[in-house]
């Protein structure tokens, strides 16, 4: 063979599957379309993946129409051997070629089967759990206990020392930091009875035999039943995407709005009483609205006139010996730092004392503060929420041993009745992980079927044939299959993470599928070729043996896709650490996809396409051949 017949065949090769490959790069791409507009934090997490992926296809799609063929005719030299002496070719096509018979000589059977194990996976994923993101093991512990709001700062320093002793007791624990109060910032709002303890555990491998997280959590929280003390249990680093998302520090929050506090409370407290009973919920607390304790301090007006003194002097002496009054302001190096003079802790430590206190008078000399003012101690709010212009109060909770879905949608069940009673100008709104969840949801269902459609599109242009497009995108569903029992065996729920794995899938068994129908109709266009394009000299049986031929004699570069990307993914089953269990449930759909797609594509595409070509013989007298568009 001469160098110009070789570079005559390659260059016929190449443009025989080039255009396939490219469009089916383009494909790939385009199914991924719903992940770049993500929004919040699912897509800072995927977007990373979208973008690499993207690059990596784009230039894929040039390399395979420019470089690849050039390389190929560089390196595609010596003796050629035909496909056939391939050991691993013949062992595939000789299991292959029996399997590929049966499927055509029992066409129905075998399209009852696929539809079978189809209408199968519908009702598994409909009763799959559903979560916004699946947990990421962070490898700590954030505890979250709440105590009174009335706590003094002295309880509140003996909880804290507890708790700590009795979580460092625990021999998984390798430290433990907690904190009570908030520092000295306005993005700190948390108030003195908001414990936060950092708990850092010891290498795994260190931990007692059969322990896991879970396990240790739940020793612990049955440990730390201390009354008047509400645990909560999470993880430092989602606990700040959750507060600053959206101002709920659980997994999630029931926001209750209305216009009166005492009101909502009450309100919030019925919620409570009503979710206690719901399995999954955990750590439930209502968002304390009153029990503040404030020193309240009316003046007596017709007192003060008696005495010959003003408000203003009663609430002079009330600033300089409870509040401190501000002499003046002491400067070091680039600090400022005011001073202010109160009276002693002696004076101001109990309400005996502060009823005690001496007011001067013009004329009666010094008298105590009781004889002109009343004293007490009064109940408020510790603290006052307030969202959209409204008053708002929170019932909180985290979701443990269920699926967040499922554990918010027998919640709201079970709240529909309270809802019916709520007072005019009241209303509830649920909010944390589950509103992402609503928000990715919604996403992802407008989006897909646009890419659906888009996939269809580029099928078309790709094939010049509405038939053709549609024989290949019926893959997708069949793609399904595998991705929906892998992850209803591996126990994963619903999340955009395996949403994103499927979204995925779409392209990956498109792109296969393209590859077989290029194979298929090369071998219909070589049989018309031969017998010519008519009913009077083409049968069925000729239609068989050239799609046994299409299918069964270029078997081994379609395993080598399959195998390529199962190579990739597979070694994600093994992996472990930090990441591990959010790459988990982005590759399942992926791995039990290709499987049955590729199932499907051996055995039912075949199968489908003698069929389609058999019809048009029938009803046209001729085969319609397919010319692709390079």
């Known amino acids: 063979m001469t160098a110009e017949e070789r570079n005559r065949i390659i260059e016929k090769a190449c443009k025989q599957v080039g255009t396939g490959v490219f469009y089916s790069s383009i494909i790939v791409i385009v199914s991924f379309l719903p992940v770049f507009l993500l929004t919040g934090q699912e897509g800072k997490l995927f977007s990373p993946l979208a973008w690499t992926k993207t690059f990596i296809l ?45 499927c055509l000589r029992w066409r129905k059977t075998t399209l009852g089967l696929n539809i079978l194990a189809l209408l199968i996976s519908l009702p598994m994923l409909f009763s799959l759990g559903t979560e916004f993101m699946p947990p990421l093991d962070e490898g700590s512990i954030l505890f979250m206990p709440v105590t009174l709001p009335d706590v003094s700062n002295t309880e509140v320093k003996r909880i804290l020392q507890v708790q700590d002793r009795i979580i460092k007791a625990t021999p998984e624990v390798a430290h433990v930091l907690g904190k009570a109060g908030r520092a000295n910032t306005a993005t700190d709002n948390s108030p003195i009875s908001m414990i936060e303890t950092i708990i850092l555990l010891k290498p795994r491998d260190q931990w007692r035999a059969g322990m896991t997280k879970a396990k240790i959590v739940d020793e612990l929280n049955g440990k730390l039943q201390i009354p008047g003390v509400v645990n909560g249990w999470t993880q430092p680093i989602i606990n700040r995407i959750n507060m600053l998302s959206t101002g709920i520090r659980t997994d999630v929050g029931v926001k209750v709005y209305g216009q009166n506090l005492d009101s909502i409370y009450r309100l919030a407290t019925r919620i409570k009483q009503q979710l206690d009973n719901v399995p999954g919920v955990k750590d439930l607390y209502v968002e304390p609205i009153t029990g503040g304790k404030y020193l309240d301090i009316a003046i007596k007006k017709d007192e003060i006139g008696r005495y010959g003194l003003s408000t203003d002097d009663v609430n002079l002496l009330v600033e300089s010996a409870l509040g401190g009054m501000p002499l003046t302001t002491t400067i070091e190096g680039r600090q400022r730092f005011s001073v202010n003079a109160r009276f002693a802790q002696d004076f101001r430590s109990s309400l005996p004392a502060i009823r005690r206190l001496q007011v001067q008078t013009p004329s009666a000399g010094p008298i105590p503060l009781s004889a002109v003012a009343d004293i007490r101690v009064a109940e408020g709010p510790p603290m006052i929420n307030s969202e959209n ?14 699926d967040l879905g499922g554990t918010v949608q027998e919640a709201k ?13 009241y209303f509830l709104d649920w909010s944390g992980q589950y509103e992402n969840q609503i928000r990715a ?55 955009v993470a395996v949403a994103v794995g499927f979204i995925a899938l779409f392209g990956l068994a498109v792109e296969t599928s393209i590859l077989m129908v290029i194979y298929l109709n090369e071998a219909v266009q070589k049989l018309v070729a031969e017998k010519g394009n008519s009913s009077e000299t083409l049968t069925n049986a000729d239609i068989r043996a050239a799609v046994m031929e299409g299918a069964a004699k270029r078997l081994r570069p379609k395993i080598m896709t399959v195998s390529v990307s199962l190579f990739g993914l597979v070694p994600v089953l093994w992996a472990s650490g ?3 269990d959010v790459m988990l449930p982005i590759v399942l759909p992926l791995i039990g996809g290709v499987f049955t797609s590729s199932i499907h594509i051996l055995l039912v595409t075949p199968v489908v396409f003698e069929m389609m070509k058999e019809y048009e013989l029938r009803k046209h007298g001729r085969l319609e051949i397919p010319v692709m568009n390079h």
């Open 441 to 495: 949801s919604q996403t992802l269902k407008l989006i897909v079927p646009i890419v659906l459609l888009i996939i269809f599109g580029v099928l078309y242009f790709t094939f010049g044939s509405l038939k053709e497009a549609f024989f290949n995108i019926i893959t997708i569903p069949f793609a399904l299959i595998g991705g929906v029992f892998i992850v209803y065996f591996y126990g994963i729920n619903l999340s």
């Open 389 to 402: 212009a409204l008053l708002r109060g929170t019932v909180l909770f985290n979701v443990r041993d269920r």
């Open 58 to 102: 784009l230039v894929d799609a040039f390399v395979a129409i420019t470089v690849a063929p050039v390389l190929i005719s560089f390196l595609l030299k010596g003796k050629l051997k035909p496909e056939s002496s391939n050991p691993l070719g013949r062992f595939l096509e000789r299991l292959y070629t029996p399997l590929l018979s049966w």
């Open 413 to 425: 069940q079970k709240l529909e009745q309270l809802l019916t009673k709520m007072p005019k100008g």
């Open 578 to 580: 930090v990441g591990a």
